[in-house]
């Protein structure tokens, strides 16, 4: 498993987000605070606080391909 910090800002963010995610197996969470929702879920990353970094988890030990597409979301 994998874990690192994004920033979604915009609504844009979110739906460029959510398709990349869609495009793999794994499962992957988000987490803010003590919420953890599917980041495949566009309603369930608008359910957090956009306003601070999200916690991405990654159940995979393979994500070289999904982290450099998410790269620019990086923190």
Do not use: Q, W
Not at 53 to 63: G, R
């Amino acid at each position: 498993m994998k874990s690192f910090n994004i920033m979604l800002k915009s609504i844009n963010d979110v739906k460029d987000f959510v398709n990349i995610v869609n495009k793999y197996e794994f499962d992957v969470d988000l987490s803010s605070g003590r919420y953890v929702v599917d980041a495949k879920s566009i309603m369930g990353i608008f359910s957090l606080d956009l306003s601070k970094p999200i916690k991405v988890e990654a159940h995979t030990d393979d994500c070289g391909d999904f982290c450099e597409e998410i790269k620019k979301y990086m923190v």
